[in-house]
């Protein structure tokens, strides 16, 4: 059976005979791939290497234990943390870099958005200050080689048989979700094992051995939404209400028309995919500058904010999923100094994916 060296495709509708020979056409974005060309494995030669970390906090028992798990469970396979929003999952896998980084492995740690890439990027760089931390994305392209490599999903076809540990940040999420391309790239870049990390599993991870963390270190339970039936014009006139009354909050919609036209009537920054300047905004929104925020499912997850309060308009809408609902309710109650907050969802009707939701939020709070 034929299979592509980069992306593993064995469908052979995908394959294409062309004048140097047979090359796949599902992964064909990354550059044109040969059946019969091996494909060269990325070669950047470390130098000695101080993967010392340190904390601004202690971790919990709970995490100092998942932590030693973790780092040795993941020298022999791969493992799945399921661990609720907010506990701490970036730094659960620091001992299991330090540790694999001593053992002069190649370490990666790979985001399906370009967005949290750049956060992450900031945190690991803060904690590991003797490393050379490089994130590669989006407008960072210039720079692939480095002692711990942080980048978007799609940015792994550049390291074909690097990576000793690789960590797979939300692989539940789009644009890695489903995409059997950016699948395959992963393993083809990972000769040794994966640590996924992921509030919301799919069925496809159950396969790993998997560890759980379902307790935020500030022990309080995870905010359990708030979820009001009405109509559009009264879900409108609610979220205007709020807002006059509350700062920090987000507000998501289901699509960047609806952010972009909820942002006008409401007099509001919206946010999606398509803003510019993603980065100030988001600080200026952490810093109080900009009060409130309208927004897509670009900021379910990855971004953190210390005190916010989140709304979701027609959250009944097919985008909103159950693990996306988890995932935004993630976003309130998060720091020790907020640990509580509002999270409302608003909808037309309540569909199964709202009560599933809700259903297993409560699950992990009992």
Do not use: W
Not at 105 to 116: F, N, T
Not at 214 to 243: A, G, T
Request: hydrophobic share 35%.
């Amino acid at each position: 059976m034929e299979q592509c060296p980069r992306c593993l495709n064995t469908d052979p509708k995908y394959f294409y005979t062309g004048s140097k020979g047979v090359y796949c056409r599902r992964c064909v974005q990354y550059g044109r791939m040969l059946l019969n060309e091996e494909e060269k494995p990325f070669y950047f030669e470390m130098g000695e290497t101080d993967p010392e970390y340190t904390l601004d906090f202690e971790l919990t028992e709970e995490q100092k234990k998942l932590s030693a798990e973790l780092a040795l469970l993941s020298q022999k396979e791969d493992v799945l943390v399921h661990a609720v929003t907010g506990a701490g999952k970036t730094e659960l896998v620091m001992q299991s870099i330090r540790e694999a980084l001593l053992r002069k492995e190649r370490v990666g740690i790979a985001i399906p958005r370009r967005q949290v890439v750049i956060e992450i990027g900031e945190r690991m760089q803060k904690a590991f200050t003797r490393l050379r931390v490089v994130y590669v994305c989006g407008g960072h392209t210039d720079e692939t080689e480095g002692d711990l490599i942080i980048c978007t999903t799609h940015q792994l076809y550049r390291y074909p048989g690097y990576f000793d540990l690789l960590i797979l940040d939300e692989p539940d999420a789009f644009p890695f979700k489903g995409n059997e391309v950016l699948q395959g790239i992963v393993r083809t870049s990972c000769k040794g094992h994966i640590i996924a990390l992921s509030a919301t599993p799919d069925e496809s991870l159950k396969k790993f051995e998997t560890l759980q963390l379902f307790r935020r270190p500030h022990h309080h339970p995870l905010i359990v939404p708030e979820v009001r039936l009405m109509p559009d014009i009264l879900q409108l006139l609610f979220i205007r209400h709020y807002i006059k009354h509350t700062d920090n909050v987000l507000i998501f919609a289901p699509t960047r028309r609806d952010a972009q036209r909820l942002g006008r009537l409401l007099r509001v920054q919206s946010f999606t995919s398509e803003t510019k300047e993603k980065e100030r905004i988001i600080e200026e929104f952490r810093n109080g500058k900009i009060r409130h925020l309208v927004c897509t499912t670009v900021l379910e997850r990855g971004v953190t904010f210390s005190n916010v309060q989140v709304l979701i308009y027609h959250c009944d809408h097919d985008v909103f999923d159950q693990a996306s609902l988890i995932q935004i309710a993630g976003r309130v109650g998060r720091d020790a100094r907020y640990p509580k907050g509002d999270c409302i969802f608003l909808c037309l009707r309540k569909k199964r994916s709202i009560q599933d939701a809700v259903r297993e939020i409560r699950r992990m709070n009992a």
